[in-house]
């Protein structure tokens, strides 16, 4: 079952501007699931773990991987762009049974 989502009131979106607590993301679900293709993702005994791991063209893929690379920037260090030359995104895997 899927969790509810509830929009952002006037009232609460001015509480996060006020703390500086709204920020933009840089690529939304909707970005990552443009794969061109995906194969299985297997577990150490061989079986099955319903995720696959996906590949996307070369013209979208840098800029998936830089967006993914700044979420991680806002999520551990509050934004700071510092880090970014030194992550690296190794695969993005998608989940075939949520």
Do not use: M
């Amino acid at each position: 079952k899927k969790k509810p989502s509830f929009p952002v009131n006037d009232r609460f979106h001015k509480y996060l501007a006020k703390y500086n607590r709204n920020t933009k993301i840089p690529v939304f679900y909707d970005d990552l699931l443009r794969f061109s293709g995906s194969i299985v993702v297997y577990d150490q005994h061989e079986e099955d773990t319903y995720w696959v791991r996906c590949y996307y063209p070369d013209y979208e893929r840098d800029d998936i991987d830089n967006s993914l690379k700044q979420v991680y920037t806002i999520l551990h260090s509050d934004g700071s762009d510092d880090s970014l030359e030194f992550l690296n995104v190794d695969a993005i895997d998608y989940c075939t049974f949520g």
